[in-house]
């Protein structure tokens, strides 16, 4: 029961959070919301990235074909030819509600993730985190300009705004209680395995490639999952899930620390205060008597910053990826299989 | 498709090399720095896009055509510079994932700043304009830029085996390359070695800065940052941990992306990253340790 410590710590911020994004005005209460969301892909992140050393820029692509799911199968049917006049049949004539739009998102992703996976995950790690460019490429491509699945250019307006705070707090909470079960479960224990040293697990049986393979699938699916979401807050368009998200949410796993569970929430919760507190100081703000008016395009520059130095002075992140254990009878000895 | 794909005019073909061969020198700057510092530099467009405001600044100035060049190369080797000491010296003992991850940062952070200082709507470089007016060679119209791509890449490619083969610097570069612990005891100097690396690296972005530049005078804070992200592709498509198949890669790539645009019918032209891309996975879905290798390729075990 001492592990639980590992669930409860990243359960109690999002909770927290979300609390606080009930009682505020309901101009602040967006950011809340949007930082929910955001915990939620970052958390698809760390299930691959943390769990496997190997890096992703590629997760914004299931993030954009999870939104562009959602989004088209819950426009209301009368709405769609105004803005996506070049749909499929298929798509034009089916609607859906807002659970199983959410839940086709996250098969989305997760199936892409599984295809794309296939091929990149027998290259090493450096190379296969370099190749998943190739999918964001490919993701924004498509959906840019392909009408026939989606709005192409246009914003998903009037897609039915059903994400709110509380079920954008419920969506983070199960991507989180997925990415424990996931670590906790031997998957994950042989992925973490070939992480610290993938000859010696191989040599102990374990297939690099389909554990990576694995991870890659569910965590494609949790960011499809956060896709739909989004897609349910806002009107996306697709210049919103491109490199700008990639930035910031793999900006929040590493400051937060890519070896924890803790470190990808407290990453998100944290990077996602700085962001939206330098927003809003880009249209005027005033903090503490003093008028703070900052030109737009700071707030990008400030989180580059905090990263790099967070790289360069504490590589493991605030949390040094570590998870929070809670006081127990044992001092907590290695586990063999964690050793291995 | 197939009729599409023959019908490759000489303009195109022209291109197609040029663009190669600016890839390949990208491929050769990020490859070479790899090489010393397991240190893959997604902040290379960025070097670049310095380079490119530089030229644009100097014709804004009217400066004459190679003052603009001086200026962009004083500028890319002093940031090039300036990002070793400041980011990868730092960094320089940490997993090749956290530096990737770093300079991904390194690249916003520029970006974002020349978005601040600049301005969203870019600067047009017009000072070399005339080099992108075609050339008629016995009826064939073939741009100036791209004669001039092709042989300025080649003569850096020599340059550059020049250097690696028959310097002492250049041995010293290939000794680290291969196993920079055991270079370091036989008594290589580190700093010099990797000193040597990002000076050259950077020598490089500047020549692509000034191809680049006169390819697409118009620059913005994203200048060559798609570049960036197709000449990595094609590094990992060659083959990420020797040097040659990296810069093959690169030339690959560009030449591939350059006959693609031509041949391509208009209504398809659009999709030429899915194309390219999607090439690329599925070659490394049959030759995972990339297309310019032989044999199994090492793992690393570090």
């Known amino acids: ?340 | 498709m197939t009729v599409a794909i023959l019908n490759v005019s000489w303009q195109t073909l022209a291109d197609a090399l040029a663009l190669g061969g600016v890839y390949a020198l990208m491929a050769v700057g990020i490859g070479l720095v790899f090489g010393v510092l397991r240190l893959v530099n997604f902040a290379y467009g960025q070097l670049i896009m310095a380079g490119a405001y530089a030229l644009a600044f100097a014709s804004q100035w009217g400066w004459p055509g190679w003052a603009g060049i001086l200026l962009c190369f004083a500028v890319v080797l002093a940031l090039s510079v300036a990002m070793d000491r400041l980011v990868f010296r730092p960094l320089r003992t940490q997993s090749p994932a956290v530096m990737l991850v770093a300079t991904f940062a390194v690249a916003f952070l520029l970006q974002s700043i020349a978005l601040l200082a600049f301005g969203p709507l870019g600067k047009i470089a017009s000072s070399l304009a005339p080099l992108n007016r075609p050339w008629t060679i016995s009826g064939v119209d073939i741009r100036k830029i791209a004669i001039v791509a092709i042989v300025v890449a080649a003569a850096c490619l020599l340059l550059l085996q020049l250097l690696l083969t028959r310097t002492a610097v250049g041995l010293q570069m290939r000794a680290a390359a291969m196993d920079f612990g055991t270079a370091r005891l036989l008594g290589v100097r580190a700093n010099r070695v990797i000193g040597g690396a990002v000076l050259v690296s950077g020598v490089l972005a500047a020549v692509v800065a000034v191809m680049l530049t006169v390819q697409n005078p118009l620059v913005t804070p994203d200048f060559a940052l798609r570049d960036t992200i197709v000449v990595l592709a094609g590094v990992v498509l060659g083959g990420l941990n020797r040097p040659v198949p990296a810069t093959l890669g690169g030339f690959a790539i560009g030449f591939a992306s350059g006959i693609l645009g031509g041949a391509l019918p208009t209504n398809q032209s659009q999709y030429l990253p899915t194309f390219l891309f999607a090439a690329v996975i599925l070659v490394l879905l049959v030759r995972p340790n990339g297309l310019f290798t032989r044999g199994g390729g090492a793992v690393e075990r570090v």
Do not use: C
């Open chain 1, 1 to 340: 029961m001492r592990r639980l410590g590992e669930l409860l710590a990243p359960v109690a911020l999002v909770l927290g959070a979300a609390l606080l994004g009930a009682v505020v005005s309901a101009s602040t209460q967006t950011y809340f919301v949007d930082t929910l969301v955001k915990v939620t892909i970052v958390v698809a992140l760390y299930l691959f990235i943390g769990n496997s050393g190997v890096l992703s820029f590629g997760h914004v692509s299931f993030v954009a074909i999870g939104a562009w799911t959602a989004g088209v199968l819950s426009v209301p049917a009368q709405e769609k030819p105004a803005i996506m006049p070049n749909l499929a049949h298929f798509l034009r004539t089916t609607t859906v509600g807002n659970v199983p739009s959410l839940a086709l998102a996250a098969l989305a992703g997760l199936v892409l993730a599984l295809l794309v996976g296939l091929p990149l995950m027998r290259l090493s790690g450096l190379a296969a985190g370099i190749a998943t460019f190739g999918v964001l490429e490919i993701a924004d491509n498509m959906l840019r300009y392909y009408e026939k699945i989606g709005p192409g250019l246009n914003a998903f307006s009037s897609v039915p705004e059903t994400t709110g705070v509380w079920q954008a707090a419920i969506g983070a909470l199960l991507a989180i209680g997925l990415a424990f079960a996931y670590q906790r479960s031997r998957f994950g224990r042989m992925l973490r395995a070939t992480r610290e040293d993938p000859a010696a697990a191989s040599a102990a049986g374990i297939s690099v490639y389909r554990q990576r393979l694995l991870a890659f699938a569910l965590s494609g699916g949790v960011a499809g999952f956060a896709g739909g979401l989004y897609v349910h807050l806002l009107p996306l368009n697709i210049d919103s899930l491109y490199l700008d998200l990639t930035f910031i949410t793999l900006a929040m796993l590493v400051v937060g620390g890519s070896g924890s569970l803790l470190g990808a929430v407290v990453g998100a919760l944290a990077v996602s205060g700085l962001d939206s507190f330098l927003a809003a100081a880009e249209n005027g703000v005033d903090v503490l008597g003093l008028h703070l008016d900052l030109p737009a395009g700071t707030s990008l520059i400030v989180v580059g910053v905090v990263m790099a130095a967070v790289l360069v002075l504490r590589p493991s992140g605030l949390t040094g990826g570590r998870e929070l254990r809670l006081p127990g009878r044992r001092p907590a000895p290695p586990s063999a299989a964690e050793a291995a």
